[in-house]
């Protein structure tokens, strides 16, 4: 059974920057697309950036020229770095990975920006 164990997050003023990453074990499957989720106070959960096995990208709007997502394929990690955070960035922030054709979460981290 995969697991993904999620790391980084916490409180971070205004415009600052945290670096999330999410290791995945437990597995004798290769991963396919990993990405990342957040979930803000009384809103869905949305999607934020995903990325596939060979590196192709996609962001929401709302968080281009901001975020950067990558992986390293060798240690079955995927990464957020988050940079010129606002406060509407506030969230849980969940890790996903697609392994074997089924999808796997990380716990979440909470990313607290104050203004």
């Known amino acids: 059974q995969a697991q993904l164990v999620e790391s980084g997050g916490g409180l971070v003023q205004a415009g600052g920057s945290q670096r999330l990453s999410c290791a995945a074990s437990?597995?004798?499957?290769?991963?396919?697309?990993m990405g990342w989720y957040r979930q803000a106070p009384g809103k869905q959960r949305e999607l934020v950036a995903t990325?596939?096995?060979?590196?192709?990208?996609s962001y929401t709007d709302s968080v281009k020229g901001r975020f950067t997502i990558s992986r390293d394929n060798a240690k079955n990690t995927v990464y957020l770095q988050v940079d010129s955070l606002k406060s509407e960035d506030t969230a849980v922030y969940y890790c996903?990975?697609?392994?074997?054709?089924?999808?796997?979460w990380g716990q979440g981290t909470q990313v607290t920006v104050s203004s």
């Open positions: 996903y990975a697609d392994i074997n054709w089924r999808a796997y």
């Open positions: 437990g597995s004798r499957f290769s991963i396919g697309t």
């Open positions: 990325i596939t096995r060979s590196g192709s990208t």
